[in-house]
């Protein structure tokens, strides 16, 4: 939920993956291996903050990758030198239940809505679909579990979600101990992979929570 009225936008500019081998990313037909389904649940507009994104052909770190390398410059500051990429962002507005279906290379972000547009919030779901051959599911059966997991897998799903998105969300002391009791009670239902990768991100979020309260306390 995105409300301009509240100062809120969406993601900032992202690829989903960044693979070492972009080319294996991509089965030989040229179909992606991870995808994702953007679903609007509200009206999105550019006024309310919809998807925006860089089509491919404007876009030279599609195929060949991104460099990560210390000195590198920044992925989006190096497109948008190109004035033919700039021109050719797009806006995706959708109505309530449309969809956008882009690859984990496209990039992409939400943007920041006009906070008197007058269509209220924005409101919308993702689904990251992958190709278990080259990212495995996060949860530990899903052939048992799917296609309606127990509640107990959702929520530790959803938790462990929102802990390895940490950094883009400012969570206090108190979600992140409820988030970190609910991944814990759930994580048997999550893959062994995965629940060592949240476990890191909890620390880490923990340590940053703590010391934003530090600094708090200092002022």
Same mark, same amino acid.
């Not at 959702?154 to 969300?169: D, G, K, M, T, W």
């Given at each position: 939920?995105?409300?301009?009225?509240?100062?809120?936008?969406?993601?900032?500019?992202?690829?989903?993956?960044?693979?070492?081998?972009?080319?294996?990313?991509?089965?030989?037909?040229?179909?992606?291996?991870?995808?994702?389904?953007?679903?609007?649940?509200?009206?999105?507009?550019?006024?309310?903050?919809?998807?925006?994104?860089?089509?491919?052909?404007?876009?030279?770190?599609?195929?060949?990758?991104?460099?990560?390398? &210390?000195?590198?410059?920044? @992925?989006?500051? =190096? *497109?948008?030198?190109?004035?033919? %990429?700039?021109? !050719?962002?797009? +806006?995706?507005?959708?109505?309530p239940g449309g969809?956008?279906?882009?690859?984990?290379?496209?990039?992409?972000?939400?943007?920041?809505?006009?906070?008197?547009?007058?269509?209220?919030?924005?409101?919308?779901?993702?689904?990251?679909?992958?190709d278990p051959g080259?990212?495995? &599911?996060?949860?530990?059966? @899903?052939?048992? =579990? *799917?296609?309606?997991?127990?509640? %107990?897998?959702? !929520?530790?799903? +959803?938790?462990?979600?929102?802990?390895?998105?940490?950094?883009?969300?400012?969570?206090?002391?108190?979600?992140?101990?409820?988030?970190?009791?609910?991944?814990?009670?759930?994580?048997?239902?999550?893959?062994?992979?995965?629940?060592?990768?949240?476990?890191?991100?909890?620390?880490?979020?923990?340590?940053?929570?703590?010391?934003?309260?530090?600094?708090?306390?200092?002022?």
């Amino acid at each position: 939920c995105v409300d301009p009225r509240d100062g809120q936008a969406g993601f900032a500019p992202h690829r989903d993956r960044q693979p070492a081998d972009v080319a294996a990313s991509f089965r030989a037909d040229g179909s992606p291996r991870y995808a994702t389904l953007w679903l609007a649940l509200s009206e999105a507009t550019p006024e309310n903050s919809c998807m925006h994104l860089v089509p491919r052909r404007h876009d030279p770190g599609y195929d060949a990758g991104d460099d990560h390398s &210390p000195e590198a410059e920044d @992925p989006l500051q =190096l *497109l948008l030198r190109r004035d033919d %990429a700039v021109q !050719a962002i797009r +806006a995706c507005p959708l109505p309530p239940g449309g969809g956008l279906v882009f690859t984990h290379r496209a990039m992409h972000w939400g943007s920041k809505g006009c906070d008197d547009n007058g269509k209220g919030p924005r409101v919308s779901i993702s689904f990251g679909c992958s190709d278990p051959g080259w990212e495995a &599911p996060y949860l530990a059966r @899903p052939g048992e =579990l *799917l296609p309606l997991p127990p509640v %107990a897998a959702r !929520a530790a799903l +959803a938790a462990a979600q929102l802990i390895n998105y940490h950094e883009r969300f400012a969570f206090s002391a108190k979600m992140l101990r409820l988030l970190g009791r609910v991944f814990r009670d759930g994580s048997h239902h999550l893959a062994a992979e995965y629940v060592g990768k949240t476990a890191a991100e909890y620390r880490d979020a923990c340590e940053d929570r703590a010391g934003r309260d530090a600094a708090a306390e200092g002022e």
